[in-house]
Nanobody
Framework: VRLVESGGGLAQPGGSLRLSCVASGFVFDTYAMSWARQAPGKGLQWVAGIYADGSETHYQDSVKGRFTISRDNAKNTVFLQMNDLQPEDTALYHC???????????????WGPGTQVTVSS
């Protein structure tokens, strides 16, 4: 399994970023995918998840209405559109692979090295 994230950077409060993750080494369209983040000094926090076929998406309460997860199974890619970014969104964002197609609870058995998102004026 290989997951490679990109798209992070510096954004001002209220700004937007779009993260991408290209996956390889497994049958992409048979597994749910998620984004998780790790802020300095904190543990890994699940942010958003999407079913293998893209039919359902789920979000952590703090990002609902601001973040959108999507996937392109033809390109083995999952995205995270982040709008109205706030300083508390600053973290290292990881793309993660689930071990099920339609999990009741999103979990991850693999994750990428991450892309840094910093929100600051």
């Amino acid at each position: 399994v290989r997951l490679v994230e990109s798209g992070g950077g510096l954004a001002q409060p209220g700004g937007s970023l779009r993260l991408s993750c290209v996956a390889s080494g497994f049958v992409f369209d048979t597994y749910a995918m998620s984004w998780a983040r790790q802020a300095p000094g904190k543990g890994l926090q699940w942010v958003a998840g999407i079913y293998a076929d893209g039919s359902e998406t789920h979000y952590q309460d703090s990002v609902k209405g601001r973040f959108t997860i999507s996937r392109d199974n033809a390109k083995n890619t999952v995205f995270l559109q982040m709008n109205d970014l706030q300083p508390e969104d600053t973290a290292l964002y990881h793309c993660t692979k689930d071990n099920q197609a339609r999990p009741l609870v999103f979990e991850y058995d693999s994750w990428g090295p991450g892309t840094q998102v910093t929100v600051s004026s």
